[in-house]
């Protein structure tokens, strides 16, 4: 009977768990509407989304945020919104970070509002399984990507 159950467990835990396609540098950061490096002030949870908002309901996570540096910006937006959505949901692909820590996060912006998920986070072109549906806390950005973020052109090339 224990064996049943741990397995109904195991099954449940696997087929409702959040799962991203692999994806490039380039390929993550050029379909975000912004990237930045941020350091998280506040996590509040039982958050509603802010009118407009096409995912309703209270199970989000907002984050207070300061954004060190802006990687990528939509296109006529000045100042990044110092407010932050994720689902929390784990089988909504939802971010779990801390406050007091420093990310590099990726997202889309909806109606003024920046919303981000696990799955399109700008990583190395060769993480880690444990980096792999995860998202970089900043100290553990390689040099390498740090330096290729500026560089980064999302032109069509013909």
């Not at 908002?53 to 990044?80: D, I, M, Q, W």
Request: hydrophobic share 35%.
């Amino acid at each position: 009977m224990k064996t049943l159950i741990v397995t109904i467990v195991v099954y449940v835990s696997i087929t409702h768990a959040c799962k991203c396609k692999t994806q490039t540098t380039e390929e993550s950061f050029c379909a975000a509407d912004w990237v930045s490096h941020v350091r998280v002030k506040l996590r509040v949870s039982k958050q509603p989304m802010p009118p407009g908002s096409a995912r309703k309901g209270l199970n989000n996570l907002r984050y207070a945020v300061n954004h060190v540096r802006v990687y990528k910006r939509p296109n006529g937006v000045g100042n990044l919104p110092a407010e932050i959505y994720t689902p929390s949901e784990p089988p909504a692909c939802g971010l779990i970070i801390e406050a007091g820590k420093e990310y590099l996060l990726a997202g889309k912006i909806h109606n003024g509002t920046l919303h981000t998920v696990l799955c399109g986070q700008v990583l190395g072109d060769n993480p880690t399984e444990e980096l792999y549906e995860n998202v970089l806390e900043w100290s553990k950005v390689p040099k390498q990507l740090q330096e290729k973020l500026p560089t980064i052109n999302c032109e069509k090339k013909e």
